[in-house]
């Protein structure tokens, strides 16, 4: 019964599926979302760790599908809705420690930029995946980056950019980063970028989409265990 909740909570999350009221998916019509079967979840005991894991499959499949234009924006701003929903009720546990987040995500669109769509998708579905987002919005000065990873140590950084004009904004921000803070991990995307200008930025890792973004944390969360039980 418990796995088929569970299985269920990562279905809505998949499809986009918020609550019973949300006439999308047309074939869900009626039906309960996520934010019904989560309150069902933790009624009958099912501890919020096992619920943010089903957010975790659901946000990694939509991601995946994403990634393989399968599906497209509209699709994963529903499944992030749906997501939203359960992170409502889990909230107070990830408060009260009963939920351990992988880490802190900090991340903002650079100097000059005022995209933000971009940016929010990586939000959205960093935050399903199980990391604490600090979203500094858009139009971020470098010293507000600084000030972010003063205030957050051991933050991963994710610097965003839709404009050619404000890539060397984007670099001078990794650099300054890096010189304050050399064991910050640094993340660079958007339309302007490659590999190619996320190496020459010394940024740590490139991500062209939101799973691209959640693959690279998730590898440098894993690197982080492994260092600490080597």
């Not at 957050?152 to 980063?177: D, F, H, R, Y």
Request: net charge neutral; aromatic share 6%.
């Amino acid at each position: 019964m418990n796995d088929g909740l569970i299985n269920q909570i990562g279905i809505c999350i998949e499809r986009g599926k918020v609550n019973k009221a949300s006439p999308y998916p047309g074939d869900m019509v009626g039906e309960d979302g996520s934010d019904e079967l989560t309150r069902k979840a933790l009624s009958d005991g099912i501890g919020p760790d096992l619920i943010l894991q089903a957010c975790n499959s659901g946000m990694q499949r939509i991601g995946e599908r994403f990634s393989r234009n399968e599906v497209f924006v509209p699709e994963l701003l529903m499944a992030a809705k749906s997501m939203n929903a359960v992170m409502a009720h889990l909230k107070p546990y990830f408060q009260t420690g009963t939920v351990k987040a992988k880490g802190k995500f900090v991340i903002g669109t650079v100097a000059g930029d005022l995209h933000d769509i971009g940016k929010n998708l990586v939000s959205m579905v960093v935050e399903g995946n199980g990391w604490e987002v600090i979203d500094l919005g858009v139009d971020v000065k470098m010293s507000k980056f600084v000030d972010a990873v003063k205030a957050n140590p051991g933050c991963i950084v994710g610097l965003s950019a839709l404009l050619t004009t404000t890539m060397t904004n984007m670099s001078k921000t990794v650099q300054e980063i890096k010189a304050q803070f050399p064991d910050t991990v640094v993340i660079v995307g958007g339309a302007p970028l490659t590999s190619i200008t996320a190496e020459r930025m010394k940024a740590d890792g490139y991500a062209p989409d939101p799973q691209g973004a959640v693959a690279f944390l998730n590898k440098v969360s894993m690197s982080w265990k492994n260092e600490i039980i080597a």
